[in-house]
């Protein structure tokens, strides 16, 4: 079964200054991650995937995340965080190799983290 | 405007009276798929469809059932509601060969 961690309820960090959002996941084969926001009120925002390839991945907003095999983490990261990047991050997996028999269509969510960016 | 839309926003029921939350996307896409949300837990996965007339469950599909006839709708149908599916709920799409996941705004659901 697949599943994905993020350890941390609430990331609190001032502006300015860099952030990360922790993720691991477990899956049986290669992975598909994803990054998604929700901000009040509203419904989730795609922010970056990794597929394949480059392990850096770059997205909207000035967000990125490094896919790391060995450790199964795919961290979310912004080099000077905004007042305005407050919300509720989602990492997200789908197990590729799954989808020949039908089962990689399932995507598994986080819990989310709640981030807070403080002037 | 692309979108996936839901109606209502906004529901409140009673135990045991059936209900339909609709959903609709207008960028032709193949895949659809719905999920709860509830604090600590995240989103969860109740069904999805690949298709017209192609749908398989999620992880939480007890207790829900869906339909595809059109590939534009997918409803989520709750034939006799209880407290325990009280829950944000959100509908998402996609087009095929893409994965990035479109979603609706979300319908609020309490049922007393």
């Known amino acids: 079964a697949q599943s994905v961690a993020q350890p941390e309820d609430q990331v609190n960090v001032a502006e300015g200054n860099p952030l990360t959002v922790k993720c691991t996941y477990s899956v049986s084969g290669n992975p598909y991650l994803f990054w998604y926001v929700q901000y009040p009120n509203r419904g989730l925002q795609f922010l970056l995937k990794?597929?394949?390839?480059?392990?850096l991945v770059k997205g909207s907003y000035g967000f990125e995340a490094e896919f790391n095999k060995s450790q199964t983490s795919f961290h979310l990261k912004k080099p000077s965080a905004l007042v305005s990047d407050s919300a509720l991050y989602f990492c997200?997996?789908?197990?590729?190799?799954?989808?020949?028999?039908?089962?990689?269509?399932?995507?598994?969510f986080g819990t989310g983290t709640q981030l807070k960016v403080e002037l | 405007e692309a979108q996936v839309t839901q109606n209502p926003r906004y529901l409140i029921t009673v135990t045991g009276k059936k209900l339909t939350v609709t959903c609709s996307q207008n960028m032709n896409h193949e895949y659809m798929s719905w999920y709860r949300q509830d604090p600590g837990l995240g989103l969860r996965q109740i069904y999805y469809s690949m298709n017209v007339e192609v749908t398989d469950k999620g992880d939480v599909p007890e207790g829900y059932k869906v339909s595809r006839k059109e590939k534009r709708n997918f409803p989520l149908i709750l034939e006799s509601p209880s407290p325990n599916q009280t829950s944000l709920y959100f509908c998402?799409?996609?087009?095929?060969?893409?994965?990035?996941?479109?979603f609706g705004s979300g319908t609020q659901l309490s049922v007393l």
């Open positions: 990794y597929i394949t390839g480059d392990n």
């Open positions: 998402a799409s996609r087009g095929t060969g893409t994965e990035k996941l479109f």
């Open positions: 997200a997996v789908r197990d590729r190799s799954l989808i020949l028999t039908g089962g990689g269509n399932k995507l598994t």
